[in-house]
């Protein structure tokens, strides 16, 4: 999905809920952001909208021959914070829309979905659950947003999945596609987390104020005065941190739901059931399955005689091992930087 | 990338209609062509004879048309393989075996995007930006989101400018790609690009502020729209609504 | 009003990201003075005059000490509406300046946020355009102007809220020689204070009799803008550079026009 979802390729129902969902997210971060907006200005917002058209433009290769781009839903989220970051989503989706034909204008709400608020929310929780495990200092973003970054592209390309098991129009494989999807976006989220890592870096080298994600973490300002005197004073408006954990809990919750709900929604629908049970969970896993060595390999699990319950149960899964290795990445990357510095 | 989007300056009726019936105008059409079942093949035909209509009022270059058309690609793609991953009973089509409702599905996405993709090129090809945001405002879009928009029209283009910049200076100074190379190099572009368009963000605020600015932007929007424009706006929509409606009641 | 156009006492500020711009700066400029400030690059002049209608110091919520009067009022939060109509800030960069869909919406906002509706607004958003020459391009997006009309559109923006203080940031910077002396018309048929940061010193010596030189965040000279050119130990201690073969000593100014 770094490209948009067009007119009809999902049912009528589909579009609609996902429209539902990306108007509530929508209206939720509005009241949210509100009063950044108002302290900040709507011109930031909409200059990082800009910033994140250009750059959705800037092509990098992921192999074969072929390319991808950022999306930056989790890099807007590190650096204007989640709730402006999906108006800055859906602001970009919209005008690509409406003022470059791009993107089914009812497709609208589930590219704002899966563009705007998947990649932006697993992007941004996951990134503040790390920087509540990783050293308490400005760099530390870097890593945990990249992490973010890395999660947020398979985890919206999950979600596509989902959708079509919902509201695709034709029955494919359902197990094929969630392997060349998710494996496909692993790559291109390889190339979000690193240009990720790149544009944190020169933020916080630059204007490290400006980072959203860390803005707990800034230093006191110290101030000399005409006369030549010294005084410290705290730097505006520190966010209150969270208690430790809280951001954590979730920042997992989100991600659970997000894969959970999302196969189990698949599989509540008549057509997904089908899908899902009769022709993935059972009958055809072993001839279908690609890559049939993953015990995911068919998103579901096999060996649980429920489809409902397996569906959910392999995104369950999908997500936790991903914040495991997502974990330990930042890690290393962590402890590599501390011995670099 | 300019500010402008896909504006084709020239002038016809289409191009009169204030916006915000042209948005609604769209938003009919498409859920019309959305709601109407693949297999009703002759209610696409004259869906597309519709907006053939449409482009000629507008009097848009085919060319263009036609060229805006490949943002389909990678959902082209995607329906070219529908016929031969999908599961279900095979038909044989010049000695291929494939899925029948993959080769439904495929022409689905086809006909349905390509369908979409034009009426939204004629939207874009017809309303300037500013027009654009004043039906949005119209159409009671929360005022905070037609801000948003607002400043990101204004400034692609500068900003579109100022990567394009920095890519010539890059490139200039010799630098010769390879993939890492390219990552990294696309990389540090990109964060000196977002400092910069943040700082640009601050100063704007500030020059808003300097000129009294205290958190409500300006009404863009004055005029409203006759009956009669509505009605001209909505002329292919309702048609089409009426295909779709006529396509459940007959059957296909 | 009563009082000095500026009085600007002991002011101190850092931005919020700890870098500490200005270090106590102290002058005055009276009513109908034409003042230039010159400086190197990262002087804080930028950040000074910002700080001239309240958008940057203690009153904005930032980190900062001093005391600023304009026409002899104190800088107070409850002012601010009248001390941002009262000085006019043109921006550097134009594009900073110009975030409206159009020239017309642009040149409209600051009269709008004063309350202005209508006829009444229209009417000032004409006079403003005119007063640069660019009444006949009202309808146009910014990114169809060139540099030089963005500039000028820019210093319409705030002329169209009856500013009697206009300050500018770099006018002159960008500009082809032509529009350099278009803009330079414009200003000096204006009747208001004029506080105008430059690099460009036969600007300066063109349009202020007086100018302020400043670095590293405190004013460093204040006298007759030629003498201050004409001070070569001055001028090189602080970066200043005279363009090849000008010499302020032999070009007229604006003393000698009276
Ligand atoms: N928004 C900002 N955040 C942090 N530091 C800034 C900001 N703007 C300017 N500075 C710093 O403040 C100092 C003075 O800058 P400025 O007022 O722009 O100087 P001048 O206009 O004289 O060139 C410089 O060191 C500059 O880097
Ligand atoms: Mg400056």
């Not at chain 1, 969270?242 to 929604?265: D, E, I, M, Y």
């Not at chain 2, 609604?24 to 959305?34: E, G, I």
């Not at chain 3, 931005?15 to 990262?42: H, I, K, M, S, W």
């Not at chain 3, 169809?144 to 006018?171: C, I, K, N, Y």
Request: proline fraction near 5%; glycine fraction near 12%; charge should be neutral.
């Amino acid at each position: 999905m770094p490209v948009h979802v067009p007119d009809g390729f999902f049912d009528a129902s589909t579009s609609v809920a996902t429209g539902l969902i990306a108007a509530g997210a929508v209206g939720f971060s509005l009241q949210r952001a509100n009063r950044e907006i108002r302290e900040t200005g709507p011109a930031l917002a909409g200059l990082t909208a800009a910033f994140v058209f250009a750059v959705q433009m800037v092509n990098f290769p992921v192999g074969a021959g072929t390319s991808g781009h950022l999306l930056g839903g989790a890099l807007a989220a590190a650096l204007v914070g989640p709730w402006t970051a999906v108006l800055v989503m859906s602001t970009v989706l919209l005008v690509q829309g409406l003022l470059f034909a791009d993107g089914g204008l009812t497709a609208l709400g589930t590219n704002i979905t899966l563009m705007g608020v998947v990649t932006v929310l697993v992007g941004y929780f996951l990134t503040r659950a790390l920087l509540q495990v990783l050293p308490r200092r400005m760099g530390s973003v870097v890593p945990a947003a990249t992490a973010g970054a890395l999660l947020s592209v398979p985890v919206a390309a999950l979600a596509f999945t989902g959708l079509y098991a919902i509201g695709g129009a034709v029955d494919i494989p359902l197990g094929k596609l969630a392997t060349a999807m998710v494996g496909w976006h692993v790559l291109v989220g390889i190339g979000e987390a690193v240009i990720t890592a790149a544009v944190l870096s020169a933020v916080v080298a630059n204007r490290p104020d400006l980072v959203y994600a860390a803005r707990h973490l800034q230093r006191d300002l110290v101030l000399v005065d005409a006369d030549g005197n010294t005084s410290t004073v705290a730097p505006d408006k520190p966010i209150a941190a969270k208690p430790a954990g809280r951001t954590l809990g979730v920042g997992v919750a989100v991600s659970l739901l997000v894969a959970g709900g999302l196969s189990l929604f698949a599989s509540a629908h008549p057509d997904g059931l089908e899908f899902v049970g009769a022709k993935l969970g059972f009958e055809s896993a072993a001839e279908d399955s690609a890559v049939a060595g993953s015990p995911l390999a068919d998103y579901g699990v096999s060996g649980i005689g429920n489809a409902e319950v397996s569906g959910a149960l392999a995104g369950i899964i999908g997500v936790l091992v991903t914040i495991v290795v997502g974990l330990a990445v930042a890690k290393l990357a962590s402890v590599r930087a501390n011995r670099a510095s | 990338m300019s500010g402008d989007g896909l504006l084709v300056t020239v002038d016809s009726r289409v191009h009169r209609l204030p916006a915000h019936v042209k948005i609604v105008a769209l938003f009919v059409l498409v859920l019309a062509v959305v709601s109407t079942p693949a297999a009703a093949f002759w209610a696409f035909g004259l869906y597309a004879v519709m907006l053939v209509a449409a482009v000629v009022t507008a009097r848009l270059p085919v060319l263009l048309v036609a060229r805006r058309l490949t943002v389909e690609t990678p959902f082209i793609v995607f329906a070219l393989l529908l016929p031969f991953v999908a599961t279900g009973p095979r038909v044989d089509v010049l000695g291929l075996e494939l899925s029948q409702s993959g080769v439904l599905g495929a022409w689905n996405v086809l006909a349905k995007g390509t369908l979409g993709v034009v009426a939204a090129i004629v939207l874009s090809a017809t309303t300037g930006p500013r027009d654009l945001l004043a039906g949005l405002e119209r159409l009671r879009l929360p005022a905070t989101l037609v801000a948003i928009l607002s400043f990101m029209i204004r400034y692609l283009s500068v900003v579109s400018d100022d990567l394009h910049r920095m890519r010539i200076a890059r490139e200039s100074r010799g630098y010769a790609g390879g993939r890492a190379g390219h990552l990294k190099a696309v990389a540090g572009g990109v964060g000196a690009l977002f400092v910069r368009s943040f700082e640009r963000g601050e100063r704007v605020h500030l020059a808003m502020r300097s000129r009294g600015y205290t958190g409500r932007m300006p009404l863009l929007s004055t005029r409203g729209a006759t009956s009669s424009q509505w009605l001209e706006g909505l002329a292919i929509s309702l048609a089409a609504v009426a295909v779709a409606l006529a396509v459940r009641v007959v059957g296909l | 009003m009563s009082g000095p156009a500026i009085h600007v006492e002991r002011l101190v500020f850092a931005y919020p990201d700890g870098r500490q711009a200005l270090y106590g700066v102290d002058f005055t400029v009276q009513r109908g003075e034409r003042v230039a400030l010159l400086g190197p690059n990262g002087a804080g002049k930028t950040t000074l005059v910002l700080h001239l209608n309240g958008i940057l110091g203690s009153v904005a919520g930032g980190t900062g000490s001093g005391r600023i009067q304009i026409g002899g009022t104190g800088l107070h939060r409850e002012h601010l509406p009248e001390v941002r109509r009262k000085v006019g800030l043109v921006f550097q960069d134009p594009d900073d300046q110009l975030f409206m869909p159009t020239v017309r919406d642009d040149v409209a906002f600051g009269p709008a946020n004063l309350g202005l509706r209508g006829s009444e607004l229209d009417d000032r958003v004409h006079e403003a355009l005119v007063q640069v020459g660019m009444q006949d391009h009202a309808d146009l997006a910014p990114h169809h102007l060139s540099f030089g009309q963005r500039r000028r559109v820019a210093v319409a923006t705030v002329l169209a809220m009856r500013p009697e203080v206009l300050v500018l940031d770099e006018p002159s910077s960008n500009l082809d020689p032509a529009a350099r002396r278009e803009l330079s018309d414009i200003l000096s048929g204006l009747d208001v204070t004029l506080l105008m940061i430059t690099h460009d010193l036969p600007y300066a010596l063109q349009l202020c009799e007086r100018s302020l030189l400043m670095d590293d965040g405190r004013i460093v000279a204040d006298g007759r803008t030629r003498d201050l050119l004409g001070d070569a130990d001055l001028m090189a201690a602080h970066r200043l550079e005279l363009p090849y073969g000008f010499d302020p000593l032999s070009v007229p100014g604006p003393e000698r026009k009276g």
